[in-house]
């Protein structure tokens, strides 16, 4: 069967593929649209197993609030190089997974990979990216606020630091505000009453080891473990740290300004605790004279 232009043209329109593979597989399909489609999708799902290894270290943030004010999403897309991360393709896919966050009651991996995106289930669009960009692309991870009392508020640090917060009454600037805050100085806790015994056990630990070296009394020892504990204390939770905007005043003292607080919140940096690999190509030249 003849394949026409117009046969091609519609299948990229329909499969955002390149224009000799869409003519290959119309012939393969003997023009059958349908058919060739099919086979497209197969090729491609087997195109992204084959990646599936490749650590994805690179990618961007996307966060959403709800148009009500209600609820709000943040998810990290990761993919190999930075080159696909900026690719309006890649963007599009991080960007469509936030209405979709926002409007179910998805909680685990799972059911995101499951659930469907324009028709199509999100794992089965991810995979045609892979196929269509060259690059492994995983959903690393997401997380979703709703409030109904409250307010919520997200910030965007290029694409590459995210923050969502969760506050008891609604106040966007003052979220947004302290969302910024958060994404600039990586506060690990809220509050002081959510940093563990343990941990605190352990930082004693270590700062009676470090202070017995000086060779002060032990009282005296006591009261600078105690002071170096609160200043741990203050440099680890959100409440505790001086307010970038102003710091003679802590975030605790902005929110109580503001006769509010922070419920919760999220920060998202891609590729934090991925390990990335480094290449030596020295020591991979080498590698192969002493192999030959």
Known sequence: MEISAGMVKELRERTSSGM????KALVEANGDMELAIENMRKSGLAKADKKADRIATEGIIGVKVSEDGKSVAIVDVNCETDFVAKSPDFVGFVNNLLPVLLSSNIATDEQLLSTALDGVIV????????SKLGENITIRRFQTFRTEQGGVACYLHGSKIGVIVELTAANSELGKDIAMHIAASKPTFVSEDQVSADLIEKEKE?????????????DIIEKMVAGQ?????????LLGQPYIKDD???????LESKANSVVR???FQVGEGIEKKVENFAEEVMAQVRGS
Do not use: H, N, W, Y
Request: charged share 30%; hydrophobic share 45%; with cysteine.
């Open 123 to 130: 794992d089965e669009v991810r995979r045609g990216l892979i």
């Open 265 to 267: 919140f999220t920060r």
């Open 229 to 237: 504990i609160r200043k741990f204390l203050a440099e680890i939770t």
């Open 20 to 23: 000799m593979e869409c003519k």
């Open 206 to 218: 270590i700062f009676i080891a470090q202070s017995a070296e000086s060779g002060k009394p032990a």
């Open 248 to 254: 003679k005043m802590t975030v605790a003292k902005l």
